[in-house]
């Protein structure tokens, strides 16, 4: 079974642009989940979405953005970029019951100069 | 709200001696806990996870946790090191009903020969 697929791994933008970030969940799994993880803050949640609906959201502006699409793949979206948004940015996907545990791609390495 | 704090962000052991991870969580509701592993420009591989039932929990690679609710803890252990264990450890807290993950700030495991 193939696991979390995040694209692309490593991205540099420039500070005022845009990127957008793809994670593809374990087939089967309907829950996504991001995580931003740097050096100063460890690992914080972004947002979660289930069945194309954003279900929970962390503490982050509204720069920051996601969407679920109906095969249950996301996109996140990040606008005018920040120096402070350099990051990894991890993809998580889980089966949809409570307390089970998330599995995790790679990461994209987002850099922005 | 929960939190998770990982006492000690470095530690170091000779290989082949014990190896202690230290978890505390805060949680107004019953807890899953997770415990977590990156390896460098890697994402996070889960390496066990207490939901209910037996408060020892084994996992992977030869690690175990034991949940201690009396104290709010959830230490991870392995009797003996390998060299293949250095790298950063993650504990996480998930709330019944919630899924979002609150994580420690992790612990870099450092394998002496």
């Known amino acids: 079974k193939a696991g979390v697929t995040q694209t692309p791994r490593y991205l540099i933008k420039t500070r005022g642009q845009q990127v957008t970030l793809s994670c593809s969940p374990i087939s089967g799994h309907r829950s996504v989940s991001w995580y931003q993880q740097t050096p100063g803050q460890g690992l914080q949640f972004l947002f979660e979405y289930f069945s194309e609906t954003q279900r929970n959201k962390g503490n982050f502006p509204g720069r920051f953005s996601g969407r679920q699409f109906s095969n249950s793949r996301s996109e996140m979206n990040v606008s005018t970029l920040e120096l402070g948004d350099s990051a990894l940015y991890l993809c998580?996907?889980?089966?949809?019951?409570?307390?089970?545990?998330?599995?995790f791609g790679q990461g994209t390495r987002l850099t922005v100069v | 709200a929960q939190s998770v704090t990982q006492l000690g962000s470095h530690v170091s052991v000779s290989e082949g001696a014990l190896v202690l991870l230290r978890c505390n969580y805060s949680?107004?509701?019953?807890?899953?806990l997770f415990w977590y592993v990156q390896y460098p420009n890697q994402g996070l591989q889960l390496l066990l996870k207490y939901t209910t039932g037996a408060t020892l929990v084994k996992g992977i690679n030869g690690f175990e946790a034991e949940f201690k609710k009396s104290e709010t803890s959830f230490h991870l252990t392995k009797p003996s090191a390998h060299m293949s264990d250095a790298a950063e450890y993650f504990c996480a807290v998930s709330e019944t009903g919630r899924r979002a993950l609150t994580f420690g700030s992790g612990t870099r495991l450092q394998v002496q020969p």
């Open positions: 998580a996907s889980r089966v949809e019951t409570s307390g089970t545990e998330a599995f």
């Open positions: 949680s107004s509701v019953p807890p899953y």
